[in-house]
């Protein structure tokens, strides 16, 4: 099926830094056509994100997804950073040593967890999942990086087939959740503070990978080889996709003065949108 393309808008970049970085052109999602003429894996023949249609998908028994050390706090305070792009949050080792890992699924080793950061929707955009289920589009996408343990870094690891592994979350707003999910709710109370582009925030709790995934039906997913969702596009990605969502309560969406609602991500003063989703094209299912 053929998605509508949202509007979207765009928080300010830094305008210097872009004619500073000439080895990395800058990208925003206003025009994500022009992506393809500065990167050109971007045009490539397994992006994603796609829609993932349970009738067209071809079920095979894959081995359930292992988590190890998702239960472990992480060391320290995680910060929220706004790239410019998204709220990024660096991934330390847990306080245990090791990283969070996962293996299974479609996966062939040990990918360990870097990085985690969000996908979001607009008040006048619509809902914000970069992946769609059968045509629907879920209010928010928590993907979590994972890198393949073989790979020295996330640099080296997207020039690799087998370099990289994303697990997607869902969410969407609910009025009456069942469910409290507090470590979403502190990333999510922290957003306020990263407004701006090139800002940062420190989260004030002491979080475990499993905060992120809430408690969500991990036996239940769409796994396929795709890539990154924005520039350079690599075609370097496992994805597994959990397409049951967790609910999370209004009490989390913050009401602007201009009485727009802005859910779950960074505004600029008009209550613009940072981040919007993209639909490149689709690849047919594992
Ligand atoms: C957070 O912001 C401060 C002040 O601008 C900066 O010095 C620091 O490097 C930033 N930290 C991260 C992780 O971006
Ligand atoms: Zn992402």
Known sequence: MVLKKPLFFLLHLLAARQIADQSAPE???????RWIADYPTCGGA?????????????????PALKFRNYAQ?????LTLVN???????????????????ITGGLLNGIYEAQSVHFHWGSPGGGRGSEHTVNGYRYDVEVHIVHKNMIYGNVQEAMQ?????????IMINIADFPQSFYPGLNRVFNTLPR???AETNATINSQLSLNHFLGDVD??????????????PCSEAVTWHVFPRPLLVSRDLVIIHPHNHICILFIFDADCKLLRAPTEKRRVSME
Do not use: C
């Open 160 to 168: 690799r087939p087998d370099g990289l592994a994303v697990l997607a």
């Open 218 to 231: 991990t036996r239940n997913f769409f796994a396929y080889r795709g890539s990154l969702t924005t520039p």
């Open 194 to 196: 990263v407004r701006a």
């Open 83 to 101: 790239n410019g792009h998204t709220a990024d949050i660096m991934l330390p080792e847990t306080i245990r040593g090791p990283r969070p890992t």
């Open 27 to 33: 990208w925003d999602y206003r025009d994500t056509n």
């Open 46 to 62: 397994q992006q994603s994100p796609i829609n993932l249609d349970h009738y067209n998908s071809v079920g095979s028994l894959k």
């Open 73 to 77: 706090p992480l060391a320290g305070r």
